[in-house]
T-cell receptor, first 111, second 112 residues
Framework: GNSVTQMEGPVTLSEEAFLTINCTYTATGYPSLFWYVQYPGEGLQLLLKATKADDKGSNKGFEATYRKETTSFHLEKGSVQVSDSAVYFC??????????FGQGTELSVKP | DAGVTQSPTHLIKTRGQQVTLRCSPKSGHDTVSWYQQALGQGPQFIFQ???????QRGNFPDRFSGHQFPNYSSELNVNALLLGDSALYLCASSKDGKNIQYFGAGTRLSVL
C-alpha cells in the first residue's frame, strides 16, 4: 500500500543553518507529493507541492524535488529562521484524492 | 474570502457519549475530507465527501460517520466515544477532491 516515511525529529538548528528533512514514499502509480507545515496550535498549511517526476516545488525559501528513481521528496532550505520552527509533514495524494502523511518532523530553530 | 472553518475549537466528552463536529469549506470548494491527528502523529484519513456522498473511507470503524449538506458543509459524528478517540480532528476542502486540500484549524476533542 501507499506510505510515507520521514526522518525522525526533533531537529534543532541554529539560525541561518542549512535544513534538510528527508522524506521517502511507497506508492503505486504516480502520486502528487506535498509538504505541509503545522505551527503550534494550528491546522496544516500547504508549503509546497510537486505533481510529477523531476518537478521542483518551492515556497518561502523551501524547496523539494520529486525524485522517482529514489522515491524521495526531501525538504531543503538554505538558511532557516526562528520563525520556521514548526512541525513539517510530507504527504502523498493517491488517485482518489486521499492524503497519506508521514509522522511529522519537529524543527526547532535557535537564535 | 474565508478559509476552511471548523467548530467547535475544543470539546470535552466522556466515554460512551456521542459528538458532532462541523466544517465549512473554502468558498468554491465542493469536497470535504476529514482527518484524525493523534498527539505527535501525522493526520490519518477518515473519509471524504463529494456531492453529498461518501467517496472514500479510511480504516476507521463504523462509529465514525459523516454527512455533507447541499451547501457543501460537512459534519463528522463519532458514537460511543473511547479514550483513544482523543485527538485533533482536521477538516480539509478542495475542488473536485483531486486538487490541493486546504485545512481548517481543527477541533481538539478530549475524551475523559
Amino acid at each position: 500500500g501507499n506510505s510515507v516515511t520521514q526522518m525522525e525529529g526533533p531537529v534543532t538548528l541554529s539560525e541561518e543553518a542549512f535544513l534538510t528533512i528527508n522524506c521517502t514514499y511507497t506508492a503505486t502509480g504516480y502520486p502528487s507529493l506535498f509538504w505541509y507545515v503545522q505551527y503550534p496550535g494550528e491546522g496544516l498549511q500547504l508549503l509546497l507541492k510537486a505533481t510529477k517526476a523531476d518537478d521542483k516545488g518551492s515556497n518561502k525559501g523551501f524547496e523539494a524535488t520529486y525524485r522517482k528513481e529514489t522515491t524521495s521528496f526531501h525538504l531543503e532550505k538554505g538558511s532557516v529562521q526562528v520563525s520556521d520552527s514548526a512541525v513539517y509533514f510530507c504527504a502523498l495524494r493517491n488517485q482518489g484524492g486521499k492524503l497519506i502523511f508521514g509522522q511529522g518532523t519537529e524543527l526547532s530553530v535557535k537564535p | 474570502d474565508a478559509g476552511v472553518t471548523q467548530s467547535p475549537t475544543h470539546l470535552i466528552k466522556t466515554r460512551g457519549q456521542q459528538v458532532t463536529l462541523r466544517c465549512s469549506p473554502k468558498s468554491g470548494h465542493d469536497t470535504v475530507s476529514w482527518y484524525q491527528q493523534a498527539l505527535g502523529q501525522g493526520p490519518q484519513f477518515i473519509f471524504q465527501y463529494y456531492e453529498e456522498e461518501e467517496r472514500q473511507r479510511g480504516n476507521f470503524p463504523d462509529r465514525f460517520s459523516g454527512h455533507q449538506f447541499p451547501n457543501y458543509s460537512s459534519e463528522l459524528n463519532v458514537n460511543a466515544l473511547l479514550l483513544g478517540d482523543s485527538a485533533l480532528y482536521l477538516c480539509a476542502s478542495s475542488k473536485d477532491g483531486k486538487n490541493i486540500q486546504y485545512f481548517g484549524a481543527g477541533t481538539r476533542l478530549s475524551v475523559l
